[in-house]
């Protein structure tokens, strides 16, 4: 049993750190004490009201933190750059330590979720969005400018998208890491690349090529004209060739480098393998492969050059204190075990359409009531 949450956390580190979006905590944790001044470091303050000046205040004593309660990371990734969707979230994923199970809980989150946005304190004013875009409006203060103030300013995004996560699962969220691609490729070719089993052989013929989002594919302006109005969405998108290549994985073990890992993780559009609950799966498979390399080539004594190159693509309410103890106690690593698990339309959720016609997923309860998916997630980590 351990003695303090430092140790807890700093022993699952690996495990959470280096996947899908495991970059976030291995990359931004270490990178926070190293390299400070360059990484995005955010953390809300909470002002409690004064008290009246002839009024007493009675003391009391406070409570000891039970050392081996739960705790939860919610880990973002995101594209970053400078092109339309840049800061929508890709891979969502709820990592929930329980030290006294001595194991990870992984909830994938998908991210056509349909969900309300605390975007504005006027109850009369209400903002359905996907949740893939709960992170970067969170981030816009001038277009909300309403909205509560532990919503405003730089951590902003990572706070609202941790309260939205935690009124659909029922969990209190502690942190929050984000890590964009960039950095998510680097912290696996530093790694020396990683091996992954892919359970299923798949093609995606439409993985979208980074800048070439614009490419109008040689096609003419009246082309263009034409094509954009008869078609629309998907198909739209289809008839810029150019834009995408087609991605193909042999079933068995794959050995990738960080491109490679990345496009294995975000590919979505393949018929047999793909959708937002076949990539889910995907990312779960390389949060392990990286977690299995970290261990075998005991990478974190390594680690100090990787967070140099990395520093400027890692956002986290972790504070530089709570770091360097992680960092300290970096020999003491624990194997957790890894439960992996996923809000799906087999378990809690539906498919339905937005008033816009938009594709989107709801609780089967119906939109913005989620006891379904807190009653799954309840006996996710009782059991």
Excluded at 163 to 183: H, N, P, R
Excluded at 302 to 315: A, D, K, Y
Aim: proline share 4%.
């Amino acid at each position: 049993m351990f003695k303090n949450k430092e140790l807890w956390l700093k022993k699952i580190l690996p495990a959470i750190g280096a996947g899908v979006l495991g970059a976030i905590v291995l990359v931004g944790g270490i990178s926070l004490w190293k390299s400070y001044r360059r990484v995005v470091v955010v953390a809300n303050k909470v002002i409690e009201p004064r008290p009246e000046a002839d009024q007493p205040v009675a003391e009391t004593a406070t409570p000891t933190p039970d050392p081996d309660r739960d705790f939860s990371v919610l880990l973002l990734g995101y594209a970053g750059g400078e092109h339309d969707g840049a800061g929508l979230t890709d891979s969502m994923i709820l990592v929930t330590v329980q030290p006294k199970k001595e194991r990870l809980v992984l909830t994938s989150i998908p991210r056509d979720l349909w969900v309300r946005l605390p975007l504005s304190q006027d109850d009369l004013e209400e903002h359905w969005y996907k949740i893939n875009a709960a992170y970067v409006l969170g981030k816009d203060d001038e277009r909300f400018n309403n909205k509560a103030v532990e919503f405003t300013g730089p951590a902003g995004g990572g706070e609202l998208v941790k309260s939205v996560v935690s009124d659909i699962t029922g969990i209190d969220i502690d942190y929050f890491l984000a890590v964009d691609f960039t950095g998510f490729m680097g912290a696996i070719d530093k790694l020396g690349g990683i091996k992954v089993y892919v359970p299923v052989a798949f093609s995606d013929p439409w993985f979208p090529i980074e800048g070439k989002e614009d490419d109008i594919c040689e096609k003419s302006p009246e082309e263009i004209i034409a094509i954009e109005a008869s078609l629309s969405g998907v198909k739209l998108e289809e008839e810029f060739t150019c834009r995408y290549e087609e991605l193909v994985f042999d079933r068995g073990l794959v050995e990738m480098d960080g491109e490679t890992a990345l496009k294995f993780a975000r590919s979505r559009h393949s018929d047999v393998y793909g959708g937002d609950f076949g990539r889910s799966d995907r990312q779960r498979l390389v949060i392990e492969a990286v977690k299995s390399k970290i261990m075998s080539i005991g990478f974190l004594p390594n680690v100090i050059p990787l967070l140099n190159q990395l520093s400027w693509h890692v956002q986290t309410d972790v504070d530089l204190g709570q770091m360097k103890k992680w960092i300290d106690r970096a020999d003491e690593f624990l194997d957790y075990e890894i439960i992996s698990t996923a809000l799906t339309e087999k378990n809690v959720l539906m498919q339905s359409r937005s008033e816009a016609g938009q594709f989107i997923l709801t609780s089967i309860d119906g939109r913005d009531v989620w006891m379904s998916v807190q009653n799954y997630m309840e006996e996710i980590l009782i059991n």
